[in-house]
């Protein structure tokens, strides 16, 4: 029998799946449960209908992130710093200040961890890359410049 799960079941499948079950696991265990639906004409349409919705909106975000991508690629962020006689930095660059920076900047709304660049921990020019989705990605430069300096 065919059916549509409602929710995620470990080693059966995630919801709105469409798998197949004995009869019997349907009738005295997912249907009474609410776990799955039967695979009839009217709820596949309703699962199709519900999957290409989800598919439009994954299309929509993924363009708008190309969009940004498109806005912030190659651009370069200057982060100003104190720095010690060696000329090493007091402390390290970390994502948090490149995240406030790019948010500040390109009025985004970046998460820190999207973020990933080598450890920064002296003045110079260091490229770093932003994961926006799965999809998108961009790569920009940092730049570590002392504060003293206009």
Do not use: W
Not at 12 to 24: C, R
Not at 46 to 70: G, S
Not at 76 to 100: A, P, R, V, Y
């Amino acid at each position: 029998m065919k059916v549509i799960l409602t929710s995620d079941i470990k080693n059966v499948g995630k919801k709105d799946d469409l798998i197949e079950v004995s009869d019997g696991y349907a009738r005295n265990f997912l249907f009474p449960k609410k776990l799955a639906i039967e695979a009839n004409d009217s709820n596949l349409n309703t699962l199709n209908y519900k999957k290409e919705k989800e598919r439009q909106a994954h299309v929509q975000k993924v363009e708008e992130f190309q969009q940004i991508a498109k806005n912030i690629k190659g651009k370069e962020i200057i982060i100003k710093t104190k720095i010690g006689n060696n000329g090493k930095l007091f402390g390290s660059i970390t994502s948090k200040d490149i995240c406030n920076e790019i948010n500040s900047l390109f009025n985004l709304n970046l998460d820190k961890k999207k973020i990933s660049f080598d450890q920064v921990k002296a003045l110079g020019n260091y490229p770093i890359s932003i994961k926006l989705c799965p999809e998108v990605s961009v790569n920009m430069v940092l730049k570590v410049i002392n504060e003293d300096d206009n």
